[in-house]
């Protein structure tokens, strides 16, 4: 591994299932966020976690959850999917979180929730 | 609120040079970031500025007014595979990225 990876590539999902999408870095960053990419918006973040053993919520959190059982993995849990939640998943990493480190990204998941 | 704004498409051709500008309003500024986003693929990091100036990086300059609320990404020489979407970025008081929505660049031959 090299970076960042994340898994699946894309998914198409029913309403109402659970998914989990999977990001690894290998770099021993402290800090992974997850953000979600719709057409027209701005990336968004939807949680961090600025250490492992430490979570937040960001600007769009409702229906994700996530955990950072250890440095290298950070899951992103949809507990039931709705097709609002339809888009581009990307998962980034940085050194640290309370300076202005360069946030790293994987190649991103495309979800689509029919 | 916190907003970043950039212009949504811009038009240029081969060879030629291009600004692409971006205005910011953000709690608190811990620096500016400007990223290239090919279609389909995730965003690379181009360049930072966290003081007043121009930083320069081969054909990709960036620069800074933080009086202004104010950043612009200068592009020189384009090649066609500069055709991309570039993002502007303000680390805010809370050290968490606010993104604008992007500008489509699109390079005419």
């Known amino acids: 591994i090299a970076g960042i990876t994340q898994a699946p590539t894309s998914q198409i999902l029913a309403a109402g299932r659970r998914m989990t999408l999977r990001c690894t870095q290998d770099m021993r960053h402290n800090a992974m966020y997850w953000y979600r990419q719709d057409l027209g918006l701005g990336l968004r973040l939807i949680h961090y976690s600025n250490t492992a053993g430490t979570t937040g919520k960001g600007e769009v959190p409702d229906g994700y959850s996530v955990s950072r059982a250890n440095t290298d993995d950070f899951p992103l849990t949809l507990a039931s999917a709705v097709p609002s939640q339809t888009s581009v998943y990307f998962c980034?990493?940085?050194?640290?979180?309370?300076?202005?480190?360069?946030?790293?990204f994987g190649p991103g998941t495309r979800l689509t929730v029919l | 609120g916190q907003n970043i704004d950039q212009p949504t498409e811009m038009t240029a051709t081969e060879g030629a040079i291009v600004q692409i500008n971006c205005t910011y309003q953000t709690s608190g500024f811990n620096g500016l970031f400007w990223y290239q986003q090919h279609a389909g693929e995730a965003p690379t990091f181009l360049s930072y500025?966290?003081l007043d100036g121009l930083e320069e990086k081969g054909r990709f300059s960036s620069f800074l007014s933080r009086s202004k609320g104010y950043s612009y990404l200068l592009l020189k020489e384009l090649q066609m595979k500069d055709s991309a979407s570039y993002l502007c970025a303000v680390k805010d008081s809370n050290y968490q990225l606010i993104w604008g929505a992007g500008t489509k660049l699109i390079i005419k031959p």
């Open positions: 980034a990493s940085s050194y640290a979180a309370d300076s202005t480190d360069t946030q790293y």
């Open positions: 500025n966290v």
